[in-house]
């Protein structure tokens, strides 16, 4: 048996083992964000990203890591190359 949910606005139920963002290890988002494990640590710290403690793992959802690299990338600044 899945435990489900039925949208507001929609008749379909919506299953939430499937809906939900997948919860990564702190190496596997460490490697997401091709950054030592250290530093990942340092950075949840930092930034306060919020994680999931089960039992003594830490576990980060994978949307937090997209939010976090979205909200932190600088913006690309276009040139114009011409030849003399």
Known sequence: MSIQ????EATT???????MDP???MREAAEYLAVSAPTMYELVKKYQ?????ITKDRKI???I????I?????????????SN
């Open 49 to 53: 990203l919020p994680v999931v403690t």
């Open 65 to 68: 890591l997209d939010k976090f």
């Open 23 to 25: 919860l990564m290890t």
């Open 13 to 19: 139920p919506v299953d939430n083992k499937t809906n």
């Open 70 to 82: 979205s909200e932190n990338e600088a913006p690309c600044q276009l040139i114009s190359i011409t």
């Open 5 to 8: 949910q039925v949208d507001a």
């Open 61 to 63: 959802r994978k949307n």
